[in-house]
């Protein structure tokens, strides 16, 4: 992030614009809409400046900028549409004090002017740095359909209504309070009967929620956060991640998907290591106990889906025990992901009728498998944690006469930005996975070539897999 967005107290204070023509009116448009004093520097203004001028709404100078003139601004634009002027006034303005704007010039400005969606007081900046203009516009659009006019009166109205809400617990019951306000009776009063309908039903409403005991119970959600891509999330995943109260996340489940959770939610990280838990699974089985037995919402999130490698039965077990309500709520598993990334399906007519999701390993070291079964021409098999026990895995397949040349692809960071996949044949897979030199988590599909087999197998070349 090369550019930190805040919003600047401008109330009250200086914003002075350099230049009259299209440049400057641009701005000007955005800028009439807050609270400062404006001032527009410039010898020949556009007929809608003068206009502003003779109502009072902006100070205008009919001259050419001098020193002095930005004395006490917050904010300074340089909108002469004339690089040499511009270089000019804003020397002058930052002698002056001012944070200086120079228009269509990134590189020489001390700040830029974001995209805005305004449902005063309720303000949306959006920023690309100058790389994508078109995509602010575009998230614009999207922002400016997505927001009912109605926001920014129901949130000026909720804001002055604040201090009365002091009255309620904090915690959920307030948090309840305000999401029926904006989502529900809010708007419902606004459309009935204005401004005045939306007062009264504050004040009903603050009666009612005064009067509701907070519930006691707490639940857990056992939740799948998919491979990575937040995309992959399913919607029942995100409706709980808006809710939780606490989150207590496996190290799989990445920062995008986190970034998800409602910004008051206690984040714990669980984290697990590739052999055996960081944190023991008692220790997690009592932190979710712990926290719903105080009433909260647990969101327990586990990479790709709960219900596959995740230990979930441990930690259902520990909810029963301890009277706790819980639901399952599936992701998309790696094995899932990393054959769509090949292009390849996991089960297929005429090769194979059945799909196997092993482990690498286990709690006791490398597992074992129907090895005999495997071997079979056609089979497929997606190993999870499979990167560690590579050259055993390959070892017994063969030597329950499995085919040297049976296709193996290895997909790491499925569905994340660094993803990579190689593919070689089992008699190369320890090799060729030492050379990749893998880092992130990695699923192997035994019996599985990519169907584009030949641009993906660029990625490793195939004479230093064969070594
Ligand atoms: N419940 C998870 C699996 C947890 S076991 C699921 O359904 O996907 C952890 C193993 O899953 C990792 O060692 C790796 O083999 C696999 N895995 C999880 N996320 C992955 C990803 N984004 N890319 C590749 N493999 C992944």
Request: net charge negative; glycine share 8%; charged share 25%.
């Amino acid at each position: 992030m090369k550019h930190f967005p805040i919003f600047v107290a401008v109330e009250g204070r200086r914003i002075v614009v350099s230049g009259g023509g299209e440049a400057a009116l641009a701005k000007l448009r955005l800028l009439r809409k807050t609270q400062a004093h404006i001032t527009v520097i410039a010898p020949d203004a556009a007929p809608d400046i003068q206009t502003w001028a003779k109502q009072g709404t902006v100070t205008l100078l009919p001259r050419a900028m001098e020193p002095g003139d930005a004395i006490c601004a917050v904010l300074f634009y340089a909108a002469n549409e004339d690089a040499a002027e511009d270089a000019r006034v804003a020397r002058l303005a930052q002698a002056d004090g001012a944070r200086v704007n120079i228009v269509d010039n990134l590189a020489d400005s001390q700040f830029i002017t974001p995209a805005i969606v305004d449902r005063d007081p309720v303000t949306i900046a959006i920023g690309t740095e100058g790389a994508a203009p078109v995509l602010a516009r575009k998230i614009k659009r999207d922002l400016e359909e997505q927001l009912p006019a109605s926001l920014g009166v129901l949130a000026r109205i909720g804001k002055g209504f604040r201090s009365a809400v002091d009255a309620l617990p904090m915690g959920r019951i307030r948090r309840d309070f305000w999401s029926d306000f904006y989502f529900s009776s809010g708007p419902a009063a606004l459309s009935k009967g204005g401004e005045e309908d939306v007062h009264a039903t504050l004040s009903s409403l603050l009666s009612k929620y005064l009067n509701t005991t907070p519930a006691k119970d707490g639940h857990v959600d056992l939740v799948g956060a998919g491979p990575g891509d937040p995309d992959l999330l399913t919607l029942k995943a995100r409706k709980a991640l808006d809710v939780a109260d606490v989150v207590i996340h496996d190290r799989l489940v990445s920062a995008d998907i986190l970034e998800l959770a409602r910004r008051e939610a206690i984040m714990i990280d669980a984290g697990k290591t590739g052999f055996g838990p960081a944190m023991a699974q008692e220790d997690i089985n009592a932190l979710m106990v712990d926290h719903a037995a105080q009433g909260h919402h647990v969101v327990r999130l586990k990479s790709g889906d709960p219900t596959v490698f995740g230990r979930l039965d441990e930690e259902i077990n520990a909810l029963d025990a301890a009277g706790i309500t819980w639901a399952i709520v599936p992701g998309i598993t790696a094995a899932s992901a990393a054959v769509a990334s090949i292009g390849q399906s996991l089960t297929k007519r005429k090769r194979n009728a059945a799909v196997r999701l092993i482990t690498g390993h286990d709690m006791h070291g490398y597992a074992d498998h129907d090895w005999r079964a495997l071997a079979r021409e056609g089979e497929v098999a997606a190993i999870y944690m499979g990167k560690k026990s590579a050259r055993f895995i390959q070892g017994r397949l063969l030597m329950h006469g499995a085919a040297a040349t049976t296709p193996v692809t290895i997909v790491e960071n499925v569905s994340r930005v660094e993803q990579r996949s190689v593919h070689c044949d089992l008699a190369q897979l320890a090799d060729v996975l030492a050379a990749t030199e893998l880092t992130g988590p990695a699923l192997m599909l035994y019996g599985l070539a990519p169907r584009d087999a030949v641009s993906v197998a660029q990625t490793i070349p195939q004479q230093e897999a064969a070594q």
